[in-house]
């Protein structure tokens, strides 16, 4: 199965494996046809966007032991629904993007403009 692409146009790259995150918990912001959220946008959350989240009923904070899922803290890197992230640059309060982990299908909601606008600093 070919990797898929990112929103440079290169192999997409992974997110984040602590805490592991993806549609398909496999670390990266793949999405198929059973991932409705559309899970494509690499972030780095912010306790803005984590509020901003939970406030729209998405409590990415707390951890939820049944789904093994830690809770989120500002700096960790999370797979979001393009939708959500969208709102989120709306409301002034987008979290920064890994542009490398960022899955090509999210330039169909924003614009490659916007997430370079919003690029997380690179980890080099």
């Known amino acids: 199965m070919p990797a898929g692409k990112n929103v440079l146009g290169t192999t997409l790259q992974v997110c984040s494996v602590s805490p592991m995150t993806g549609f398909f918990r496999n670390g990266c912001c ?3 046809a059973s991932d409705l959220g559309l899970h494509t946008v690499c972030t780095q959350v912010t306790d803005e966007f984590l509020a901003f989240s939970q406030a729209r009923g998405n409590d990415l904070s707390t ?11 500002p ?6 629904c393009v939708a ?16 490398e ?24």
Request: one cysteine or more; a negative charge.
């Open 75 to 80: 700096g960790d890197r999370w797979c979001v």
């Open 84 to 99: 959500r992230w969208k709102e989120a640059l709306e409301a002034g309060v987008a979290p920064p993007v890994v542009l």
């Open 63 to 73: 951890p939820v032991e049944e789904f093994e899922f830690p809770g989120l803290v």
């Open 30 to 32: 793949e999405t198929g």
């Open 101 to 124: 982990a960022t899955h090509m299908s999210t330039l169909e909601f924003v614009s490659l403009e916007e997430l370079q606008e919003h690029a997380a600093p690179s980890d080099d």
